[in-house]
């Protein structure tokens, strides 16, 4: 007689166990939480590792605030993977539901709420010092459970509406640690974060179908007369052409309209935006020079490019202090 089949679901307990298992082991949650001291350098070694740009930028950055803009970038960092890198749908969301209630700790320290992992002691000192919103880190978690289900979009609207939570909060974030909190900052900020989100969109359209998401909108897919099935063949068409450049001079318009909170931050911050903001565009230019084929190939920007890149930024950088130091002469 054949074995009779578990087909129990499996425990909660059981699905993070395995969902971790497909993530770099310094992810998991230790035994202990850490000491703030060393759950700052986790987020510091996770951020010189895994993002050589945002590193570079932190640079410029007041020493008071890197600790802050570090424990941030871990906890989106990680996030991230949780959602995109486990390969398990419910893994994920069980990951994601334990980050969330690591938040939520976090936010109930005065209570008796209890941090373990090191993102979060090190992320409930930034909360603290920086009086940061508990709605900016709820939403990214809101995003990417929503990757776990949303593969199409049909208008624009609806992407954007992605993006408001996977994208802007971070903008939102930043403005927080470097005590920026009005209405306008965070209204631009939102343009450039969107508009770097729909960049990557439009540089990744082969990477995401193969994880069988389409962020071209259903509507404009309709209009120009692109199929799914012309995305499936890597095959470059006129009309697909036609779609990624008004997607492409779309999004420029959006990046436009976001620039002017570059002069609206200290020098040290505005050096991080010109840098992102320019590295965006820059994918808009790789995307524009390889002819609108991101089917065939993944359009990338050169370490070259990217130094020329952060070379212009700190240009923009000590013009403006000189010229500031030219008025108050």
């Known amino acids: 007689m054949p074995a009779l089949q578990n087909t129990e679901a499996p425990t909660r307990d059981e699905l993070l166990t395995r969902g971790w298992a497909a993530l770099p082991e310094a992810y998991r949650m230790p035994a202990e939480p850490p000491s703030l ?3 700052r350098a986790y987020c510091k070694r996770l951020t010189e590792s895994h993002y050589e740009n945002f590193h570079v930028a932190s640079w410029f950055l007041p020493k008071r605030l890197r600790p802050h803009f570090q424990s941030i970038y871990a906890y989106c960092r ?29 936010y109930r320290i005065s209570e008796g709420g209890v941090a373990r ?6 992320l409930a000192e930034t909360i603290a010092a920086c009086q940061i919103p508990k709605q900016p880190f709820a939403d990214l978690l809101t995003a990417f459970r929503q990757d776990q289900t949303a593969t199409r979009f049909e208008s624009m609207a609806d992407v954007l509406r992605y993006c408001k939570c996977s994208a802007n909060p971070v903008g939102h974030l930043v403005l927080y640690a ?7 900052r965070l209204r631009l900020s939102d343009f450039t974060c969107s508009a770097l989100q729909l960049a990557n969109f439009w540089q990744d359209v082969r990477v995401d179908f193969a994880k069988g998401r389409i962020y071209i909108p259903q509507e404009d897919l309709r209009r120009f007369g692109v199929s ?19 997607e492409v001079e779309e999004t420029r318009k959006m990046f436009a309209a976001g620039s002017p909170l570059i002069g609206m931050v200290d020098r040290e911050l505005a050096v991080d935006l010109d840098l992102f903001t320019r590295g965006g565009l820059e994918i808009l230019n790789a995307i524009e020079s390889q002819n609108y084929d991101v089917l ?14 952060l070379a212009g930024a700190l240009n923009g950088k000590v013009f403006s202090r000189r010229s500031g130091q030219e008025v108050a002469a």
């Open 78 to 106: 990680i996030a991230d993977d949780l959602g995109d890198e486990v390969g398990d749908r419910e893994q994920s969301l069980a990951l994601l539901d334990l980050w969330g209630e690591e938040l939520e700790a976090c």
């Open 228 to 246: 799914e099935e012309v995305i499936a063949s890597g095959k470059m068409t006129a009309e697909f052409r036609a779609l990624l450049q008004y």
């Open 178 to 184: 470097a005590g920026y909190r009005d209405a306008e």
């Open 117 to 122: 992992h090191p993102v979060f002691v090190a």
């Open 37 to 39: 001291d060393e759950a």
């Open 296 to 309: 065939k190939a993944r359009p990338a920007i050169s370490k070259w490019r990217k130094l020329l890149l």
